[in-house]
């Protein structure tokens, strides 16, 4: 896919660029995404049937079971290219934030230094009833296992739907959009919010919105560039052409402190 030169330009002279990923961003690390048909145990349920404290409440040993599940694929999965070249974009500007609507982790093991986990991560556990982060407890055969505090059931540190936001997350990327000139949507359907808000705070602020997705989405009609591709293949082309770009118009690494 060719970049376009006018999208290049716009980086080229960008001083903050904002990115919120979603699921698409891990699919070539062969984590499904919440569009793709659950498969085997999980085939009969949809996410949201499973995402949320009233399925926890009802089935508890279900859901967790589910979580167990995605936990293990997302250990033995490995960043993939979209990763590795979100980590480098990082660098490339003097202010750069990475807001992930994902739940594993991956753009910090490919390297991402500040990512905005809206919505939690599958790798971190908590007491449902207390709140309070649990990074050990006594295998008693319990499932879900019980808190070793208060023997409440133990349950993955995401955000479930009708969940209120992680405040200063939100904030963050609130900010980050409102204050980005080119602000990129990577990898999302944007069809859950607040999330799905950000691209049009980042447009009602005057940013170029990017959109890298293989298919449309609500905002691909609203996108300065609509990159219809997989993002593991546009994002390691477009990072190739800004530092060729770099390199030709000897565009230095911006200076100044990073914030
Ligand atoms: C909230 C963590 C308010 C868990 C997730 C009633 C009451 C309260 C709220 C609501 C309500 N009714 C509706 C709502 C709002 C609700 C919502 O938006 N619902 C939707 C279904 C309409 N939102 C909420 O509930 C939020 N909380 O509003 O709180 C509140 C206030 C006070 C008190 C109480 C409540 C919380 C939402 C968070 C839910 N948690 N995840 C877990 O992971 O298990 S959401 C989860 O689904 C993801 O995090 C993500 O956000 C969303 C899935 O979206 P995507 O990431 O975009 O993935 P998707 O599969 O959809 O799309 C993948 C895309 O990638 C596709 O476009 C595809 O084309 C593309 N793609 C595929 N391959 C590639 C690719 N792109 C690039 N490259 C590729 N290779």
Same mark, same amino acid.
């Given at each position: 896919m060719t970049i376009p030169a006018e999208l290049l330009q716009r980086l080229a002279a960008a001083k903050s660029v904002t990115v919120l990923t979603g699921a698409g961003v891990s699919a070539e690390s062969g984590v499904p995404t919440f569009r793709d048909a659950q498969t085997g145990?999980? %085939?009969?349920?949809?996410p949201e049937e499973l995402a949320t404290p009233r399925a926890f409440r009802r089935n508890p040993r279900l859901v967790w079971e589910w979580y167990e599940w995605r936990r293990k694929l997302v250990a033995e999965a490995r960043p993939n290219p979209a990763h590795l070249a979100l980590a480098e974009m990082e660098k490339f500007f003097p202010r750069f934030h990475l807001i992930t609507? =994902? $739940?594993? !982790?991956l753009h910090q093991r490919a390297g991402?230094?500040? $990512? @905005?986990?809206?919505? !939690? =991560? @599958?790798?971190r556990t908590k007491c449902f009833d207390e709140g309070t982060l649990v990074s050990s407890w006594e295998d008693t055969g319990d499932v879900p296992p019980k808190c070793p505090a208060c023997g409440g059931w133990l349950r993955p540190d995401v955000v479930w739907f009708e969940e209120p936001m992680p405040e200063a997350e939100m904030e963050q990327a609130a900010t980050a959009s409102a204050t980005c000139d080119v602000f990129f949507s990577i990898g *999302?359907? *944007?069809? $859950?919010?607040p999330a799905a808000a950000l691209p049009s705070e980042a447009l009602r602020s005057g940013a170029a919105l990017v959109e890298i997705n293989p298919q449309p989405t609500p905002f691909t009609a609203q996108a300065?560039? %609509?990159? %219809? !591709? %997989?993002a593991g293949v546009v994002l390691p082309e477009l990072m190739m052409a800004l530092n060729a770009l770099r390199r030709s118009r000897r565009v230095t690494t911006f200076d100044g402190p990073r914030p």
């Open positions: 145990l999980w %085939a009969k349920f949809s609507q =994902n $739940v594993d !982790g991402s230094r500040r $990512v @905005i986990e809206l919505h !939690g =991560n @599958i790798m *999302t359907s *944007t069809v $859950v919010y300065h560039f %609509a990159l %219809a !591709g %997989a």
